[in-house]
């Protein structure tokens, strides 16, 4: 009876060290992963605009945020013969890069939604086809470095960066959001991707957000926020029954005073498509700028 009790007991031990030795091996493996992000200074959302429109949009974005542009060039930023102009737009709340195609736009250019900066290219590239991201466009370079697209669940595009030369940009006064908008049958999927990918962590999921975010405001919906070395992610799932303008906004940005920002947003040729609503501890609007760009504007609501 008692040389059973004592296999029993080497059987348990055994079974507990098995059992802590593949949790280490798990936490080891996680890690050792490498981050691949640099700041959400150095991420940018895309705007393509038409060129006569480009002046106007640049005019409109600093006058509502503040910030400057870099200057101007005309450049080839895809691999295949093509030509814009481009800028950058640095203000304290985001970071925009602005595209003028002077020719037509070599697909899938044009739907990607955001840039972000990395370390490294290949294990960049290695890290998001491991984490479940399809390579739309590999690696090719650009004027500055090297450039690739990647798709993730749920059809969400983004574009990578590696600059030649690093650079060195000032901190957000305010992290921009990237609005993400996916079907319920693919956001848990597209979730766990992006996560592994950055290395990021769920702030809140809420399945029972006001719909009023989405223009549905006799409805819930579900919506998740997620932050990472990349920035702020906000998801919502929907079933795609969407109100104009909402899904076409591509960034959230958060500013001090809504009603100032507003002004000065109408004042420099931005029209305000939704007026200001409050949701989530937030007060929202979206705005329209010149050239067509959407963005959802917020601040934290009055207390």
Not at 134 to 147: H, K, Y
Not at 198 to 213: C, P
Request: aromatic share 10%.
């Amino acid at each position: 009876m008692s040389s059973n009790r004592h296999l029993i007991k080497i059987l348990l031990i055994s079974s507990l060290l098995i059992g802590a030795s593949a949790a280490i091996a798990n936490d080891a493996a996680h890690s050792s992963a490498s981050q691949v992000g640099v700041g959400a200074q150095y991420d940018t959302t895309h705007v393509y605009v038409a060129p006569e429109d480009v002046d106007k949009f640049v005019a409109s974005f600093l006058g509502t945020f503040g910030g400057k542009s870099t200057k101007q060039v005309v450049a080839t930023v895809t691999p295949t013969p093509s030509s814009t102009t481009s800028q950058l737009l640095q203000t304290p709340v985001g970071t925009v890069s602005v595209f003028g195609f002077k020719t037509p736009v070599p697909y899938p250019f044009g739907s990607e939604r955001t840039g972000y900066l990395v370390t490294d290219m290949d294990e960049a590239i290695k890290t998001a086809k491991a984490s479940g991201a399809d390579l739309l466009v590999a690696t090719f370079p650009d004027p500055i470095g090297l450039d690739a697209v990647i798709q993730w669940p749920g059809g969400v595009n983004m574009q990578l960066y590696w600059h030649t030369t690093k650079p060195s940009y000032a901190a957000f006064e305010t992290i921009p959001e990237n609005r993400v908008y996916v079907s319920p049958e693919r956001a848990d999927v597209f979730i766990r991707s992006f996560l592994r990918f950055s290395q990021g962590k769920v702030v809140s999921d809420d399945a029972h957000a006001s719909g009023a975010e989405i223009g549905r405001s006799k409805e819930t919906y579900r919506r998740i926020r997620i932050e990472s070395v990349f920035g702020r992610m906000t998801v919502f799932v929907t079933d795609g029954h969407l109100p104009y303008p909402y899904g076409r906004e591509l960034t959230g940005y958060e500013v001090q005073n809504l009603q100032g920002t507003l002004t000065k947003a109408k004042a420099s040729g931005a029209v305000v498509l939704v007026d200001p609503y409050t949701a989530d501890g937030r007060a929202a609007a979206l705005i329209q700028f010149p050239g067509g760009y959407i963005a959802e504007v917020h601040a934290a609501a009055p207390k």
